[in-house]
């Protein structure tokens, strides 16, 4: 559970193939599209993020699984009250 926690698992298997179903990774440092006010100089967001465009609206996923873990941030969502919304 602490791997989840920490966000060290990246995303892999089903999780990964829903999110390219619903977006590309991209590469957020040096991304000059819409970044829905993302880092995209200094990877403070991580270094990924899922991106989208539909009937002219652009959609930036930022997937929790991709987001840097600092211990002690108190910033940052503790999973276990994160509504989680994906399901093998």
């Known amino acids: 559970m602490k791997k989840i926690q920490q966000n060290l698992?990246?995303?892999e298997g089903p999780f990964e193939k829903f999110l390219n179903l619903i977006g590309d990774p991209i590469k957020l440092q040096g991304?000059?599209?819409?970044?829905?006010?993302l880092d995209v100089v200094d990877n403070?967001?991580?270094t990924t993020a899922y991106y989208a465009e539909w009937k002219n609206?652009?959609?930036m996923f930022h997937v929790a699984n991709l987001i840097?873990?600092?211990e002690g941030d108190?910033?940052?969502v503790?999973?276990?009250?994160?509504p989680f919304?994906?399901?093998q």
């Open 9 to 11: 698992g990246g995303v």
């Open 31 to 37: 991304w000059k599209k819409y970044r829905a006010g």
């Open 44 to 46: 403070i967001h991580g």
């Open 57 to 59: 609206h652009h959609i």
């Open 68 to 70: 840097p873990f600092t």
């Open 74 to 76: 108190p910033q940052q």
């Open 78 to 82: 503790n999973f276990f009250f994160f």
């Open 85 to 87: 919304i994906y399901s």
